[in-house]
């Protein structure tokens, strides 16, 4: 049996995009998963995007690392389901879809760019250690801790963040973490540690938010904030409350084939 997919990636992260409609008689599993994002012996990504039709809104989309473990939100990934959604006909240029942690809006601004509309960022703890590494855990519409430090180039993420993931703070669910710094007035350098990937990102759009917000709040910075990543470049815009938050990105859908059942 050929499996169709799209592979996309939104600053760098990239994802696996199935339709639910185009592979209804496969079982999509744990397993499945991790074969279809090995990068060895599958197709190879960060996670994998399902999108299925919804009665309410445009569409759902469930997104799950390449562990196959279900995560409530990927903001990069959520551009790119955008963006395929829209190329095959199925959405306007402005949409409203679930993911796991909620609804969503979205419009595309141009051919490779997307603006998201974003759960609105909370505290989840006050300034805590970790690991010996001071920091706050924030939901963005997934689980982050935001460490703010002066160089990133003084920082071992990898390292760092995998103790934080794992630290019995917050097991067992883990969380992903963010080290972030500042550039400039308006601008943060970031890098992150994301569970279910167990690696470090070129890009992590929720984390990105979650550490804007914890920039904005420490450091006075108002309405709008530029993200860089390893990946390039992103745009948080928010209003005073962070009621109405819009993470704006590049998204790339790089191309559409299929792949063999048997071959996994």
Request: net charge negative; glycine share 8%.
């Amino acid at each position: 049996m050929d499996i169709p997919f799209t592979k996309a990636h939104g600053t760098g992260n990239d994802f696996i995009i199935l339709y639910s409609e185009d592979v209804s008689s496969i079982n999509i599993n744990k397993k499945f998963i991790q074969q279809l994002c090995h990068r060895r012996t599958g197709i190879g990504a960060d996670g994998l995007l399902l999108l299925s039709p919804n009665d309410t809104l445009d569409f759902k989309m469930d997104y799950y690392n390449n562990d196959g473990s279900w995560e409530t939100m990927c903001a990069n990934g959520a551009r790119c389901a955008v963006l395929y959604m829209h190329r095959r006909g199925l959405i306007k240029n402005k949409t409203s879809f679930y993911a796991g942690d909620g609804p969503h809006d979205a419009e595309i601004i141009n051919k490779n760019h997307v603006r998201l509309r974003m759960k609105s960022p909370q505290y989840k703890t006050d300034i805590i250690s970790v690991e010996g590494i001071k920091g706050c855990h924030v939901d963005s519409g997934a689980r982050h801790f935001v460490v703010p430090v002066n160089e990133l180039s003084e920082v071992n993420v990898f390292e760092s963040g995998c103790k934080i993931r794992y630290s019995s703070e917050f097991s067992p669910q883990g969380i992903n973490v963010n080290f972030y710094s500042e550039l400039g007035p308006n601008s943060i350098h970031v890098e992150t540690y994301e569970k279910g990937i167990e690696q470090m990102m070129l890009s992590c759009g929720s984390g990105s938010v979650a550490a804007a917000f914890h920039a904005s709040q420490t450091l006075g910075i108002q309405n709008s904030i530029n993200v860089t990543v390893p990946g390039g470049e992103l745009n948080i815009e928010f209003d005073s409350n962070w009621e109405n938050v819009w993470l704006t990105g590049l998204a790339i859908l790089l191309f559409t084939s299929s792949i063999h059942l048997d071959n996994l």
